[in-house]
């Protein structure tokens, strides 16, 4: 099946940093989703997009729906240990029932 | 309160066995979905119902078996034929139309066959 490219991988930074991660997909999409996964857990919903160009925040974290609608963006601003994880990004089409998630970014934050 | 369950969370098994995993939800959601995690890789779908009584085949769904026979309740079976079924099972569910794509998860539960 396919799957989103997601990039970074990995990121490895410094508390009160700044964080940026993206999505692409070759498809269009009508929906964009952003998803941390803490170890062991299940996937928590962060942010939801759902209109080209939108831009929505959650506190210090903030999701663009590309005006492409190829592409999404999810940056975290003034980053805290608690921030550690893995991201996915998730998208769906217009003609499907079904999400498609991206590989994951890991996050690192150290003090 | 309000949320999706799944049980165990973890699970042992010896090569041969069929093991099934328990996923329920309270959230009265039409549709419910089983994923399986692999480290270092995204989220692979191996089954989705959007209805009781209906579900839908993934991307991997060779190996497993699932059911919906009530709205809350949607296990699955991984079965002996699965090759490599060591993995995180995430199950989710969704409030409905098909093109909502808010997905909730459970915590998942994790599967090591020895």
């Known amino acids: 099946g396919q799957q989103l490219n997601q990039s970074p991988q990995s990121m490895f930074i410094q508390e009160g940093e700044d964080v940026s991660m993206n999505c692409t997909s070759s498809s269009i999409f009508n929906t964009w989703l952003w998803y941390k996964q803490d170890p062991g857990e299940g996937p928590v919903l962060l942010i939801a997009?759902?209109?080209?160009?939108e831009l929505t925040s959650n506190g210090r974290l903030t999701a663009q729906f590309g005006i492409t609608r190829k592409d999404s963006f999810l940056n975290i601003s003034a980053s805290i240990p608690s921030d550690v994880g893995i991201y996915f990004c998730?998208?769906?089409?217009?003609?499907?029932?079904?999400?498609?998630f991206g590989t994951g970014t890991r996050l690192q934050v150290f003090p | 309160d309000g949320g999706i369950t799944q049980s165990p969370k973890y699970l042992f098994r010896k090569e041969g066995q069929n093991v099934t995993l328990s996923c329920e939800q309270n959230?009265?959601?039409?549709?419910m979905y089983w994923y399986r995690q692999d480290p270092g890789q995204g989220l692979r779908l191996i089954y989705y119902s959007q209805i009781v009584n209906d579900f839908q085949k993934g991307d991997i769904a060779e190996g497993y078996s699932v059911s919906r026979e009530k709205k809350e309740s949607f296990p699955l079976t991984v079965t002996s034929a699965q090759k490599n079924p060591t993995a995180f099972y995430l199950c989710a569910s969704r409030l409905g139309p098909a093109n909502t794509g808010e997905l909730f998860f459970g915590e998942g539960s994790r599967l090591t066959v020895l």
């Open positions: 998730a998208g769906q089409r217009y003609d499907t029932d079904k999400l498609i």
């Open positions: 959230l009265n959601h039409d549709a």
């Open positions: 997009l759902y209109k080209a160009g």
